[in-house]
C-alpha cells in the first residue's frame, strides 16, 4: 500500500478552503498557526512538501524558509509560498529564501494543485 503524501500548511482561511476540498482527499494535511510552530511540527515530522503565507504572525515566511533550508536534511522538501503580495520585491524574497514556487492569491485552483503534484513528482 502506497503511503499518502504528508502536506504541512499555515493555517491561512483562503488556503485552508482549498486544501479542504481537495487535499483531505488525496493527502494527509496538518494546518499549524504561525512560523515557529510550522518549524516544530517539521523537526517533529518531516512533510512531503509545505505550504506557507509569506506573512505569518511571529515569524514571516520567508524567515521560515531560510531556516527550513539550512536545517541538516531539509533542503530539499519542496516549499510553496501562497501569498496576496505579487510585488516583485516579495516574491523575490520568497525565492531567495528557497522557495520553490510563489502562488498568488486570490488561487487558480488548478495551478495550486498541478505545483504540488509537480513537486510531490506525481505529473
Known sequence: MTE?????ATNDESLNQILEKFLDVNFEL??????LELL??????RP?????ELNMPVMTGSE??????AM????????IIC????????????????????ITKPFIEYE???AIEHYLGEN
Open 4 to 8: 499518502i503524501p504528508y502536506i504541512l
Open 30 to 35: 496538518q494546518n499549524v498557526s504561525n512560523g
Open 40 to 45: 516544530q511540527s517539521i523537526k517533529d515530522r
Open 48 to 52: 512531503d512538501l509545505v505550504l506557507m
Open 64 to 69: 521560515a524558509c531560510k531556516t527550513i533550508k
Open 72 to 79: 541538516e536534511g531539509y533542503y530539499d522538501l519542496p516549499i
Open 83 to 102: 501569498s496576496s503580495s505579487t510585488s516583485e520585491d516579495d516574491i523575490e524574497k520568497g525565492f531567495e529564501a528557497g522557495a520553490d514556487a510563489y
Open 112 to 114: 495550486l494543485m498541478k
